[in-house]
């Protein structure tokens, strides 16, 4: 096993003062030790410059994995015990650890079986593996994996260098963002992908590497077009999306509130209106979807799913982070904090109709003997994963509701395998409890084939998946679940076709609100249509229109700013020739 090095007798002691139980946040010693963490932290044994390959690709975290990495502490045997009782059913897990005897222990004690685990002894100094852990990123989208890391944002030297230990215990070249000019201070929780070339990540990424940081110390100095070259170089992002911090997120980490489910939907946490970190994210939020699209051209789908208060209600600042959003993909598997049966089940629910076939597994982080989440973290954070050796890339756009009941519905996606595609297969149906329909897809260029699925009456809904055969042998699905899971659409309307889809326009929930500052009306319309968006006082007079004239098909947001009118109820009217419709908003 390859020996971490420390380079400072300072160093080395904070690896034994610091070995106690960690929080996610820095501790008030941890402030002073900083600049001299900084300072060494080019000195490590690793490769220092950008990976010298074409069309670098960071795996999305739904992707395939070989192995799930944690670090046992021995401050949360039981946590750590249910994540590596469901993982090792999914992939390796490598424990790394300060002595694998204690931890088998420790698993043994508490029933789970030793299969499918390796262990890596090494030094560390906290349990937060995914913001001091390594990405698995491929050169030429599906050919080598590497690693890439960055500094992390601690002044923890052991864990620092952590991810040096599994990388060559599974003999992967890791390539360090440590050096000059290249010099990047980054934290795992603050970062997720696309599988494409897109990246979100709180503005924390631009503070902590302007030159000048938090306790006036020597950051990384870099611009905002210099970061995003250096993750253009080293991970392949072109895109990189940078929300405004949470103001109650002491870590301002975005996997305390948001996950990316797939290329085209974003799992957002959701306070009661006006609480806590509430209006900011919806404030990010309406940022990404006003300013940014998915890989397809089009807004990001939004999946909310509340944020649990304390048992007294609060929120913080007055309660811990509670959040469903810090949940970790294990190929098949999802594990998933949960708090009080009162939320988790509501929880549940919204996550297996976002991701139907997985098996969710669900671990306690805020009991009395085991409390993590009052550390500022839940599974996520402590939980990181590395990429197959060999993966197959399948991508697709979903397919949206039609009313289309006379033409076939093209079935397209991207399948691609550094061995090569030798076939691919679309298979649907309309109760896929009883089995589904093969149909050859045809390669159509550029790594992306399609077929087709018949058109079929209105008032059915269908199910689908894609199956990809690479020329070495290797199967894989998409949804990976498949046939479990699957992606669905309806085709609308009676059988009759006596549905006029003019008709069936609808305005989603406006939010915030009450509403104090920027406020979105959504609008959901099957077709495109012509009509008014108008906003009335409560004596009835139009205070403000909104929009006027042609709306286009698919869910749009329109936006007023609630500081440019008085506080008051209003009525929002959207109005077409043969529909109206109105909600209340409350303006403090």
């Known amino acids: 096993m390859k020996h971490l090095y420390l380079t400072t007798l300072s160093l080395i002691a904070s690896c034994v003062v610091f070995a106690q139980s960690l929080p996610k946040g820095m501790t008030p010693e941890e402030e002073g030790m900083m600049e001299e963490y900084l300072s060494t932290r080019s000195t490590e044994s690793m490769q220092t410059v950008a990976p010298p390959f074409n069309s670098l690709r960071t795996a999305a975290e739904w992707e395939e994995v070989q192995s799930l990495v944690i670090t046992w502490t021995g401050d949360y045997n039981d946590i750590q015990s249910q994540i590596v009782d469901a993982a090792q059913d999914e992939c390796e897990v490598i424990i790394i650890c300060s002595n694998q005897s204690t931890v088998k ?12 685990l390796s262990f890596v002894q090494t030094q560390f100094n906290s349990i937060w593996v995914r913001d001091y852990g390594a990405n698995s990123v491929y050169a030429n989208d599906v050919d080598s994996l590497i690693l890439v890391d960055w500094i992390y944002n601690r002044p923890r030297a052991s864990d620092d260098v952590v991810p040096q230990a599994y990388a060559q215990f599974k003999d992967l070249s890791l390539y360090t963002t440590n050096s000059n000019p290249d010099k990047i201070m980054a934290t795992g929780g603050n970062w997720m992908s ?53 103001p109650y997120d002491d870590i301002h980490h975005i996997d305390m509130h948001m996950k990316l489910i797939d290329e085209e939907r974003l ?44 048992t007294g209600g609060l929120y913080p600042p007055d309660g811990y982070y509670r959040t469903y959003a810090n949940q970790t993909y294990v190929n098949k598997t999802i594990l998933l904090p949960v708090y009080r049966e009162e939320f988790d089940s509501t929880a549940l629910r919204i996550l297996q109709e976002a991701n139907p076939g997985y098996r969710i597994v669900t671990i306690d982080v805020d009991n009395s003997n085991e409390n993590l989440i009052s550390q ?15 993966p197959m890339w399948i991508a697709h756009q979903s397919l949206k509701d039609t009313w289309d009941q006379s033409n076939p519905y093209t079935v397209d996606a991207l399948i691609k395998h550094r061995s090569g595609i030798k076939k691919a297969t679309l298979y649907y149906s309309t109760t896929p409890g009883t089995g589904y329909t093969a149909v050859p897809m045809t390669a159509s260029g550029s790594d992306m084939w399609a077929a087709n699925i018949p058109a079929h009456p209105g008032g059915t809904t269908l199910y689908y998946y894609v199956q990809g055969e690479a020329n070495n042998g290797k199967k894989l699905t998409r949804p ?15 059988p009759l076709g006596l549905t006029d889809p003019t008709t069936l326009v609808g305005m989603g929930d406006i939010y915030p609100n009450p509403a104090s500052a920027i406020t979105v009306i959504p609008l959901e319309l099957p077709v495109s249509v012509d009509g008014t968006l108008i906003m009335y006082n409560m004596l009835g007079q139009k205070v403000h229109t909104i929009h006027e004239g042609h709306f286009p098909a698919h869910t749009r947001n329109y936006f007023i700013n609630a500081k440019d009118f008085e506080p008051g109820i209003y009525t929002v009217v959207f109005q077409t020739e043969k529909t109206k419709h109105s909600l209340y908003l409350v303006i403090e």
């Open 376 to 390: 500022s973290g839940a599974i996520h954070c402590i939980t990181h994963t590395i990429g197959v050796a060999d």
């Open 194 to 246: 696309d599988g494409f070339s897109t990246a979100f990540s709180s503005k924390l990424i631009l503070d902590e590497n302007d030159g000048t940081g938090d306790y006036g110390l020597s950051y990384p100095s870099h611009s905002e077009n210099e970061i995003n070259d250096i993750y253009k170089r080293w991970l392949g992002i072109d895109n990189y999306i940078k929300m405004t911090v949470l």
């Open 105 to 116: 222990s420790a698993l043994q004690s508490r029933g789970v079986p030793l299969t499918n």
């Open 480 to 494: 990976i679940t498949a046939p479990e899971g699957y992606w669905t659409f309806k085709v609308l309307g009676d």
């Open 267 to 310: 799992l957002v946490g959701q306070f009661p209106n006006g609480t806590s970190d509430g209006p900011q994210l919806e404030a990010n939020l309406q940022y990404i979807l006003s300013n940014f699209k998915n890989q397809w051209g089009e807004p990001f789908k939004i999946v909310r799913i509340p944020m649990p208060p304390s």
